[in-house]
């Protein structure tokens, strides 16, 4: 799976060693002695890749590197490498998200495996986040009142209790319903529910009004 790996760590010879070892993989590399480095040459998230990354080092260490990213928004899967890897640090990282936490040193079977899952992940989170993006521009589409008949129907309000809650008749209702149909692109009540699942819309604190 083709990817660049950012490697962040203060050893040169380790970073030599995994980029060598990385390239030969087929991957792209990028690497840095410090955390800070990466932060001043933020990657681009929306190319496939992941970050590769020590936990003890001069300056901001791996997990305060780790919180400073995901503060900007970055999506980049994080595996730390590292020889200090004590039982709350590693639960700290994944807690805070990271994909793996290997012990130096590691093998290059490890490290493979490890990155090709991160990359994996983040295959799948960027196609999800795409999916997200464009139900929400769908979403966007609908008038102030299409968007109010679609928040009843989504929770399974029928046309008459539509009708009554907004004031207005069920033959004007059924019109809005259909809009709401033809600009979500659903062809199904079932279909138009899922899709409001997956943005959130039917969390039971959310107000429906809006």
Known sequence: ?????????????????????????????????????????????QKPGCILLDVQMPGLSGLELQSRLIERGSTLPIVFVTGYADTPTTVRAVKAGAEDFLAKPASSEQLIDAIERAMARYETTRHQQSELGSLRRLVATLTPRERQVFNLIIRGKINRQIAFELGTTERTVKAHRHQVMEKMQVHSFAELVSNAERLGMLDPDRDPSR
């Open 1 to 45: 799976m083709p990817g660049l790996v950012h490697v962040i760590d203060d050893d040169a010879s380790f970073r030599t060693a995994v980029a060598r070892r990385l390239k030969l993989a087929g991957y792209d590399v990028e690497t840095y002695s410090s955390a800070q480095q990466l932060l001043d040459r933020l990657p681009d998230a």
